[in-house]
């Protein structure tokens, strides 16, 4: 069964930065892969995805510039580097996979595989 498993979420400081891995139990060739995120009281939405087959890329507007996403698909592994962390970023982050290439959705209907999140605090 396709797994993921994130890691790297925890406590930092307005203006820092983490680096959450989404860990794949399987190839991810063919998979777009997304990050949301889930804050309290707040409903789930889309960080970023990237697609398998031609490597876009897509952000949220309250992430541009200040998150990058990147997959290995040698190590089944997809990255978001977090930058200028604020604490609005405060979530559960949660990576997903959406079979088939050239997918990069903002929506989480279209993803069929999600990992069980990881926490990302920002506070002073």
């Known amino acids: 069964q396709f797994q993921l498993v994130e890691s790297g979420g925890g406590l930092v400081q307005p203006g820092g930065s983490l680096i959450l891995s989404c860990a794949a139990s399987g190839e991810i060739l063919h998979y777009g892969i997304g990050w949301f995120r889930q804050a309290p009281g707040k409903e789930r939405e889309g960080v970023s995805c990237t697609s398998s087959g031609n490597d876009h890329t897509n952000y949220a507007d309250s992430v541009k510039g200040r998150f990058t996403i990147s997959r290995d698909n040698a190590k089944n592994t997809v990255y978001l580097q977090m930058n200028n962390l604020k604490p609005e970023d405060t979530a559960v982050y949660y990576c997903?996979?959406?079979?088939?290439?050239?997918?990069?959705?903002?929506?989480?209907?279209?993803?069929?595989?999600w990992g069980q999140g990881t926490q990302v605090t920002v506070s002073s």
């Open positions: 997903a996979a959406d079979w088939g290439f050239y997918r990069c959705s903002g929506s989480e209907k279209e993803y069929g595989y």
